[in-house]
Structures are given as C-alpha cells and as structure tokens.
C-alpha cells in the first residue's frame, strides 16, 4: 500500500493532527489495514477503497483499533484525493454512514475541504459515569461550567462534552490514560471532548485518546461535529452559526477547526480545515 502522510486543520505540517492516507486500499483486509496505522503510529490512517459509483468507500484505524468515523483523517484523505485528481465533491461511505466532502483550492495555492457529518445527536451522560469520568480525569465538578451541560455527543463516533470553566483548567491535563481508556472502552467513547467557551462562537478544545493509544489529539474532527450538534441541540448557538474551534495549542501542534452549524436538527454539521502533507522522515530536507 502507498501510505500518504498529512497534516489536517493546520497549513503548517509541524502543528494541526497528522494522518494516514491509503487512497487505494483495494484487497487489503483488517489485519493489514490494523498493522499499516500500527505502523504509521498517527491517531488515525484512513484506507480508502474507490467503488465503480465513484463514492469512496473509507475505514478508519488507530494504532490500536478501528473506529467508526474520524474527522481529520477525512479532511486529509479529501485533499489528497484533490491534489492526485481535481477539487469537487465526494461521497465518503463510512461506517457511521454517509459522509460528504467537499475540496476547493484558495488564492494562496491551499486546498481547504469541508465534510458534512452524519446527523448528529446527544444523550445524557449518567451521574456514575459522569464522577468517574472526572475521577480519571482529576478534575472535580466545581471546576465545571454550569452553562455547557455535560453530555455524550455524536456525529459519527460518540464523545463526551466536558467544558471547563477555566481556560487554566483546561490547559492543566494530567489525568489517568488507564482508567479513562477503561471507562471510554466500555461505553464506546472515541475522544472526550474536553473545551472552553471563550465567546459564544470560539472554543478551545482537547481531546484525550486513549482507547486509541494517543494521549491527546491535536484536531478531532468528529469531536467538533459533535460539539456542533451539542450547542444546536441544546439551543446554546444561534442557528445557522459558525463556530471556531482551536485545539492543538497547550500541546505545540496548533490547529483550526471551523465548524458550520445549520438550522433544522436533522441536518449535519460542517467541518472545514485545510491538509498539507508532510514529508516522510526519510525523505532529504
């Protein structure tokens, strides 16, 4: 398999979220795909296998395991997917179901895409799972924002909204990747989505990984989408809104991540970011 390299939501490859690319993955089964991210040892690898239809058909591995949808790696495959065959639109088949993504390319030279997510949702997040959240965590519930209800979201892969009330709260990360993994593998969390509203429309977030054998994602993707339908649903954005999320920054990969939030509860949430690749650490300088 030819294995692309990109950085997503950042033009700079030393910040934003590195992801696998696999963009013709025919033949290749869930041993070679698990043990190629294995290798890669980004968050995620995408493997894409192009159909007749000219949809895509993608799967989405950690170095660990796979999981149903990834938002950086999408936003990667796309761009390079552009740059080997032209901007437009594509219609990614992934196991959370029907995804678009859209690639155009700026003044500048940059190839920006926005995907669409599934429809997103929310659920409660029980008072148990809640205290042992924040338990493995170190955080406590007074450190907690009143305003921005805890809550497991979706929009492809399921993640807990935890806001902080600081800005120093959230920059203070040390929490127990053991305990967490455990608690996130049994109730099938990807990331918790760790943020701090700064404005009505600015978010700084970070997401822990550990189910996937990451620390910390510099760029969720999924995790934003999520967070979109989180405040659209719970009636905390004024729809149609845009909503600017930055992550990456406490931990020296800084990242943007524009989320697009429409009116209506059954449309998805918009994710834009631009991809560049990287260049393999073999390669001369």
Do not use: K
């Amino acid at each position: 398999m030819e294995i692309l390299r990109y950085v997503a939501f950042s033009t700079d490859p030393a910040g934003g979220n590195p992801a696998g690319v696999v963009l013709d993955a025919a033949g290749a089964d869930d041993a070679a795909m698990l043990a190629a991210a294995a290798e890669v040892g980004y968050s995620e690898t995408a493997f894409v296998v192009p159909s007749a239809d000219g949809a895509l058909d993608v799967r989405y591995f950690s170095p660990l395991a796979e999981v149903p949808f990834c938002g950086h790696a999408t936003i990667a495959t796309a761009v390079a997917h552009a740059e080997r065959h032209g901007t437009g639109r594509l219609l990614l088949r992934t196991q959370a179901g029907p995804v678009t993504v859209s690639t155009e390319r700026t003044a500048d030279g940059t190839v920006m895409a926005t995907l669409v997510s599934v429809p997103p949702r929310t659920a409660p997040l029980p008072e148990a799972d809640l205290a042992e959240l924040l338990a493995a965590l170190r955080w406590s519930a007074e450190e907690l924002d009143p305003a921005l209800p805890p809550r497991v979201a979706f929009a492809g892969a399921w993640h807990p909204v935890i806001a902080a009330a600081t800005r120093e709260r959230l920059a203070d990360l040390d929490y127990d990747m053991d305990a967490l993994g455990a608690l996130m593998d049994r109730r099938g969390w990807t990331t918790v989505d760790l943020v701090w509203r700064e404005s009505p429309t600015v978010f700084h977030a970070r997401d822990p990984f550990p189910p996937g054998g990451v620390v910390e994602d510099p760029a969720t993707g999924a995790a934003a989408a999520a967070l979109g339908g989180y405040l659209r649903e719970l009636g905390l954005v004024a729809t149609p809104a845009t909503v600017t999320v930055h992550q990456g920054s406490d931990m020296g990969r800084p990242s943007t991540i524009t989320v697009t939030v429409p009116e209506g509860a059954d449309t998805g949430i918009g994710v834009t970011g631009a991809a560049v690749p990287i260049r393999p650490a073999t390669d001369p300088a």
